[in-house]
């Protein structure tokens, strides 16, 4: 699964990640009532697609070719790979965080809710017609995100530094000619077939 951060604002969350990475997906399909809104008039970044209308295969298109951020309100899993997923609704199980995870690179930030109230009337109502077995497996999914998400780091700018900084240096690990060992690289000195 890729780093989780949580965080209390969403578009900031979207802003910051769109600093930093070329593809920021922000999964914004709801399921609580009433939902907390994710306000896109609020992300800076003015490369901002929108993949839920009828169309949207253009928009989902120019944001592939140019990056942004891209805001979708699909209750489907966005088959585009993507450096960054920011949830404006945490997923009601660990296993539903990390399928919606499943073609992130990098970071999952999930908005953490003010209360757990809705998830949990959410999950009452859902499991009225359950087995015995398929309720306690949910509610252990509900408790183990919950868990996560409480335990995640805030993502802020000092956060989300260290994981940058060791991308960065496993692209320039990936980027430096292989030095030869002592011993190899002094007998190519004095080899006499070597030019």
Known sequence: MTTLYKT???E???NLLAEHFSHVLVHAAYRMKPP???RADLCIDHRIFFLRFKGAERQQEAWVKNGGIAVDWSSKLNPFLHDAIVFTECPVTINALKWWSSHTNTVSVVYQPPTWRLHEEYLEFRSRGWGKMT???????FHAVKEAVETAPVLTPSSLDPLLRAQREAQAQRLCVR???A???HSADTDPRVP
Request: overall charge neutral.
């Open 179 to 181: 030095v030869l060992p």
């Open 12 to 14: 900031d969350a979207a």
């Open 183 to 185: 011993d190899e690289a």
């Open 8 to 10: 209390s604002s969403m």
């Open 135 to 141: 309720k306690e497996r949910k509610w252990a999914g």
């Open 36 to 38: 907390i809104r994710f």
